[in-house]
Structure formats: C-alpha cells, structure tokens
C-alpha cells in the first residue's frame, strides 16, 4: 500500500504535498485540470505575502508548480473518479486503474454554480463560467453577470482587452470596496446595479442579446460573450457517506482542505494554510508520533 495520496493541484494540494515531501513522503498528486487550480483565474493577487506589489494570478500558481518541480512532485493528470474505505487505508480509481493509499488528502476545490436561466443551443458557445476561455479575447462586448469579488476581478481583467458590462441584479456590489472603486475607475467597464437578466437568446451577427429588467423597465443589451460569476460551490463527490463519521466529519485517515471546505474563506493563503497542516498530522501519523489516526 502507498503512504499518501493528493487530489487536487491547487494551493491547498500543492502545500500539502510539498510540506510531505520536505518529511520524507512520496505523495502522488492527481490533477484532473491544469496544475494551480482556480488562482489561474485570478487576476491580481494582493493578499498572499511576499509580494509587496501583488502578483497575478497565473503567476503565483507557477511559482507554486515551480516549486513543486524542484522537490520532484509531477502530478499525475488524472481525474479521480472513486474513493472507498479499504482495510488500513483507501482505494482510490482514475480512469488507469486503482490504487491503495494509507492517508488520503482532497483538496478539490470548488465549482462555478450554474446559471439558473435557460440558454438557447445557438448562444450556448457564447455563455461561460470560468474566465480561462476568455483570456485571449481581443476587441469584445463581454457582460459579466454577478457582483462578488469574483464578477469584479474577471471585468477588471477582461477590460484590459475589451469592453466589458458587469449586471447586478442587487442594489449594491458584494465585492470588496476597492475591486468597486477600480471598476468605478475604469474606462472600459459600465457598471450596472439593479439589472436582472430575464433571457437570453441569440443576437443577430453571432452574438448574444439580453432582456434585462431595470426599475426603469425593460432593456435589451447584446454582447459577443456572457461571463457568469454567481458563485461557487464545493466539489466534493468523492466525499461519499461511506467516508464519513456520524457526526458528518471524515473518518480517520482522510482530510479535506482548502476551497473544497473553507465555505466563504475561500482564498489562497487560507487553503495554502488547510494544506500544510494536514500534511503535518499524516507524516506525523506515518510515522507513528500519534497514538491514532485523526
Ligand atoms: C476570480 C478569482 C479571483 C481570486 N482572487 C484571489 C485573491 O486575490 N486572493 C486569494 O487569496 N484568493 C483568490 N481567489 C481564490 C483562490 O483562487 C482559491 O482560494 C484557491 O485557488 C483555492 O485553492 P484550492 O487548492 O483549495 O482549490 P482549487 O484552486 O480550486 O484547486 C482544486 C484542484 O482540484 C482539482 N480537482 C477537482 N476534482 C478533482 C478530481 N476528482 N481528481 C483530480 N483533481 C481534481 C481541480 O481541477 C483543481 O485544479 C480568487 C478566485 C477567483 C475565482
């Protein structure tokens, strides 16, 4: 049986398998996705010390996966599909087969919520939830639908390149003031409050148009692209009855961290944080510093 698997290469993963390795572990890490998880999406990263000026996104997670290479970790690029309880540990199966693990840590994250509304065929290429497909848009109309900190940081970084329409639905934005402030700020973006998207159809050169109900009535806005951030929920699948306690907590051996259980402390030093501590209580179990497994 292996000593330790992690699922997920996102902040939460990688901190996890890096603080193993420096304990002499081998950890196997699957990525279902591309290594750095959801921070590539992230456009400036302010929050996580040790850069005084921010970093974006995309970097700082390959800084992460840089640092993953030098301790020798390559994730394994497979998505796990089944985790069962097996006798001393669990069973873990991609797509390549099975394996037996002492230890297990998820570290899957989260997943965009689906937008409610129903999209016609023809304007469902038109329709995202995550930025990474947008990122090399030149010259568009793209309308983000939301108003958290997530809605803001994608307008702020798609308006580099394009013209770009947050719609909330709400009277006020969820966001941090400044990501308000910048957007308030920005040339390229048109923020509107109280703007409720009714439907969606497809708009006449290829685009989308939508029906929006304002207090002032109805109104018609068409875009190239819609971005939706209404929020996101925890991926947690693999997290079956079968693995939990009664009291709803994972059974001995398996933890879960970082976005996949940090409800709306979802940032990265917090998963960063979720990750290494979990690593630290499986070495000290593998090795037999703790009377039983937590
Ligand atoms: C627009 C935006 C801006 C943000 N800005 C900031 C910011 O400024 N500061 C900040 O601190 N945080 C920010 N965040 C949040 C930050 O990105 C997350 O908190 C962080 O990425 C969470 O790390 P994680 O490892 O828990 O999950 P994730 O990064 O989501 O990684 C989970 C990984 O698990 C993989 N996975 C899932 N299921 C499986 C499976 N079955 N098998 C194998 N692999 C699987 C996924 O593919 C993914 O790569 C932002 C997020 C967004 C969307």
New binding site residues.
């Given amino acids: 049986m292996n000593d330790v698997a992690v699922?997920?290469?996102?902040?939460?993963?990688?901190?996890a398998a890096l603080q193993l390795v420096r304990s002499a572990f081998q950890p196997t890490v699957?990525?279902?996705?591309?290594?750095?998880?959801?921070?590539?999406?992230?456009?400036?990263?302010?929050?996580?010390p040790g850069f005084p000026a921010?970093i974006p996104?995309v970097e700082l997670?390959e800084r992460f996966i840089e640092q993953l290479t030098r301790w020798g970790v390559k994730p394994r690029r497979?998505?796990?599909?089944e985790l069962t309880p097996a006798a001393g540990g669990f069973n873990l199966r991609?797509a390549r087969g099975a394996e037996t693990y002492r230890r297990m840590i998820?570290?899957?994250?989260?997943?965009p919520r689906r937008w409610p509304l129903t999209v016609p065929g023809e304007a469902e290429a038109r329709v995202h939830d995550?930025?990474i497909p947008l990122l090399e848009l030149r010259g568009a109309r793209i309308a983000v639908v939301g108003a958290g900190?997530?809605?803001f940081?994608?307008a702020l970084?798609l308006a580099r390149r394009n013209a770009v329409v947050i719609l909330n639905r709400a009277e006020r934005p969820r966001c941090l003031p400044l990501l308000h402030q910048r957007a308030a700020d920005h040339q390229s973006i048109d923020y509107r409050s109280s703007t409720r998207v009714t439907a969606v159809e497809p708009g006449a050169s290829g685009g989308v148009k939508l029906r929006c109900a304002e207090p002032a009535g109805s109104v018609e806005l068409t875009v190239d692209y819609i971005l939706t951030?209404i929020g996101?929920t925890p991926?947690r699948?693999?997290f079956t009855p079968e693995l939990r306690r009664d009291d709803g907590r994972p059974i001995p051996g398996l933890r879960l961290?970082?976005?996949?259980v940090?409800g709306s402390l979802?940032?990265?030093?917090?998963?960063?944080g979720?990750?290494l501590r979990a690593a630290v209580d499986v070495a000290r179990e593998l090795r037999g510093e703790l009377e039983e497994p937590r």
């Fill in positions: 699922v997920g290469c996102g902040p939460a993963g990688i901190s699957y990525e279902a996705g591309t290594p750095g998880g959801l921070l590539r999406s992230a456009d400036h990263v302010e929050n996580f921010g996104g997670a497979e998505r796990v599909a991609t998820l570290a899957t994250g989260t997943r995550e930025i900190d997530a809605a940081d994608y970084n951030a996101r991926r699948e693999l961290v970082g976005d996949a940090n979802r940032q990265t030093a917090v998963a960063c979720d990750g």
